[in-house]
Nanobody, 115 residues
Framework: QVQLVESGGGLVQAGGSLRLSCAAS????????MRWYRQVPGKQREWVASVTNSGPTNYADSVKGRFTISRDSAKNTVYLQMNSLKPEDTAVYYCYFLIDLSIYWGQGTQVTVSS
């Protein structure tokens, strides 16, 4: 059984920064990919950023240049450093792990950016 635990959300003023973390634990052989998504009430979950086990990263255009995804393989943890936050970044952020070809989601963490 695999569990994902997210942390790091909160309330921040526009222009501020937050760092999200998501740690996987349990029976893990190989983590193939890690991603972050976000969701606003009434809208579909939106992909934000991804990193593979070989290292390449990708970002949604809306966050490119402001957000940075990184991973700590030894800790089975993915991070999302969010800088220059905007009110439109307000959402529940979810981490996604592809582990041993199975998909796992974090519980979600609220990020609120005030103007």
């Amino acid at each position: 059984q695999v569990q994902l635990v997210e942390s790091g959300g909160g309330l921040v003023q526009a222009g501020g920064s937050l760092r999200l973390s998501c740690a996987a634990s349990g029976s893990i052989f190989s983590i193939n990919a890690m991603r972050w998504y976000r969701q606003v009430p009434g809208k579909q979950r939106e992909w934000v950023a991804s990193v593979t086990n070989s290292g390449p990263t990708n970002y949604a255009d809306s966050v490119k240049g402001r957000f940075t995804i990184s991973r700590d393989s030894a800790k089975n943890t993915v991070y999302l450093q969010m800088n220059s936050l905007k009110p439109e970044d307000t959402a529940v952020y979810y981490c996604y792990f592809l582990i041993d070809l199975s998909i796992y989601w974090g519980q979600g963490t609220q990020v609120t950016v005030s103007s």
